[in-house]
T-cell receptor, first 113, second 113 residues
Framework: KNQVEQSPQSLIILEGKNCTLQ??????????LRWYKQDTGRGPVSLTI?????NTKSNGRYTATLDADTKQSSLHITASQLSDSASYIC????????????FGKGTKLSVIP | SQTIHQWPATLVQPVGSPLSLECTVE??????LYWYRQAAGRGLQLLFY??????ISSEVPQNLSASRPQDRQFILSSKKLLLSDSGFYLC????????????FGSGTRLTVV
């Protein structure tokens, strides 16, 4: 069964600190992995997309890594800001059809002053 | 660029009333379109997807239905809402696998009372 597990479920950090969110997946065959940021009450917004051949991808203060061998990904946020408070969702594409996406339940990040 | 319009943003409906949520896409043609539901503390659940006009696939049995009357229009409906239909509904579009682009609408918060 295709699954995406994210940890931690929630995280509170001080403004200016760094943090790392984890994503483990069992989706097969694997096509790509995406990280989304979802503000409360809004739709998810794409941060990064990585294929199996990419190890790392950055988008400003967000850096995602991918280890296709161990089926793990991480999202590192540098110098956190209050506006980073949101849910971060790991999504893996693959499985039976190209449209098949498997979603993690997300990590809820709270950045406090 | 591809844009998804989803409305209304919030909706409060009585049990037994009908429902119609609309999603339209701009900046692309022949997209794959999706309806998701997101419940608190859970990941996104795929409800319907459509690869073309009039083509609807349902992922889970439920009280809802979907229609695609035009290439860039996707509608989520119900004849009689249930309390359990409350949730956050997201429309998404995916142009093609090579592009990997997968964008979400801003969501509709539905509360059935």
């Amino acid at each position: 069964k295709n699954q995406v597990e994210q940890s931690p479920q929630s995280l509170i950090i001080l403004e200016g600190k760094n943090c790392t969110l984890q994503c483990n997946y069992t989706v097969s065959p694997f096509s790509n992995l995406r990280w989304y940021k979802q503000d409360t009450g809004r739709g998810p917004v794409s941060l990064t997309i990585m294929t199996f051949s990419e190890n790392t991808k950055s988008n400003g203060r967000y850096t995602a890594t991918l280890d296709a061998d161990t089926k793990q990904s991480s999202l590192h946020i540098t110098a956190s800001q209050l506006s980073d408070s949101a849910s971060y969702i790991c999504v893996v594409s693959g499985g039976a059809g190209s449209y098949q996406l498997t979603f993690g339940k997300g990590t809820k990040l709270s950045v406090i002053p | 660029s591809q844009t998804i319009h989803q409305w209304p943003a919030t909706l409060v409906q009585p049990v037994g009333s009908p429902l119609s949520l609309e999603c339209t896409v701009e900046g692309t043609s022949n997209p794959n379109l999706y309806w998701y539901r997101q419940a608190a503390g859970r990941g996104l659940q795929l409800l319907f997807y459509s690869v073309g006009i009039g083509q609807i696939s349902s992922e889970v049995p439920q009280n809802l239905s979907a229609s695609r009357p035009q290439d860039r229009q996707f509608i989520l409906s119900s004849k009689k809402l249930l309390l359990s239909d409350s949730g956050f509904y997201l429309c998404a579009q995916h142009r093609d696998a090579a592009n990997y682009g997968y964008t979400f609408g801003s969501g509709t918060r539905l509360t059935v009372v």
